[in-house]
């Protein structure tokens, strides 16, 4: 594989994915690892690790070291990010490659430290962060330059951000650790209380991707789903409409619109009115539940479109940032902004 000198990680809670300048992604997994518990020895990462979530014998544990869009197993993020550098770029000692990594705009100093240092660790010589917000509009092929408000909103797998820029530049944002995992929860959750039935976190999300939605759909769809009786102990299987996904969904989405709603009521008038033209753009794969954005336009009377290719305008983003390095180290690294 021939060197390259520049990668964007789009270091998320649900999937990992790389972009390696003058190639484009190059690799989208989960980011799960899988570890012997007894010799601490990894035994699979990515794709491999997550069909063993779940289902391993009692000295396997299968990990997600990300939780809420913040490492939360410092060394295996380690290990996971030399495992994903090491098959994107090779594994040639002495070519350290730079890196963006992309942090939610949440982030605290101690976590921007733990990223940064986690990225040089495994390999890069090194590491400049960029929000998510940023990389999200970047992406999805916005001018952040302009002195124009747009607004984004990321919902990943661990948290969702909310942002105004301008300038390239965060004006205003907000993010909160409620996203496609915690859709997930609620989904399980609800099938617990409603239908004393017991799911793992694979088939919740099954049945968000099928038959989720925030928004009353047009015709009501069905799914057959599995798990384990909470009364009878055994195996049972049931019907669960759209309708009921709807239900279960509910408070997740509420808390996402209130971040929305927060944000633009901080928004100075003349961004806000750039914004009403414009629309809200949606990114990252949360974005994808089905009647999110109706949900979004009706709370805030503003048209909400969802980007093309959702899922990869971060990881996209981040990667042509690299770019712009100068402009990414004085936004992101140097600057200390208060979060609300």
Known sequence: MG?????????????????VKGKG?????????????????ILAVGDEARKMLGRTPSNIIAIRPLRDGVISD????????????KKTCGSNRFFRPKIVVCVPSGVTEVEKRAVREAATMAGGKVAYLIEEPIAAAIGAGLDISQPDGIMVIDIGGGTTDVAVISLGGVVVSAS???????????????????????????????????????????????????????????????????????????????????AVHSVLENTPPELASD????????TGGGSLLTGIDKRI???????????????????IGTGKSLNAIELIEKNTINRKRNMY
């Open 297 to 315: 336009e009706e709370r805030t009377g503003i048209k909400a479109i969802v980007a093309e290719d959702a899922c990869s305008c971060v990881a």
């Open 176 to 258: 909160v650790k409620i996203a496609g995992d915690k859709f997930d929860d609620a989904i399980i959750k609800y099938m617990r209380k409603e239908h004393k039935l017991y799911i793992g976190e694979r088939t919740a999300e099954e049945l968000k991707v099928t038959i989720g939605t925030a928004y009353p759909r047009e015709e009501v769809i069905t799914k057959e789903c599995r798990g384990r009786d909470l009364v009878t102990g055994l195996p049972k299987t049931i019907e669960i409409s759209s309708k009921e996904m709807l239900e279960a969904l509910d408070e997740p989405l509420e808390a996402i619109c209130e």
């Open 74 to 85: 410092y060394d295996i993020t380690e290990r996971m990010l030399k495992y994903f550098i």
């Open 275 to 282: 914004i009403s033209n414009k629309g809200i753009v949606m």
């Open 3 to 19: 060197l390259s000198t520049e990668v964007g990680i789009d270091l998320g809670t649900a999937n990992v994915l790389v972009y």
């Open 25 to 41: 992604i190059v690799l989208n997994e989960p980011s799960v690892v899988a570890i012997n518990k007894d010799t601490n020895e």
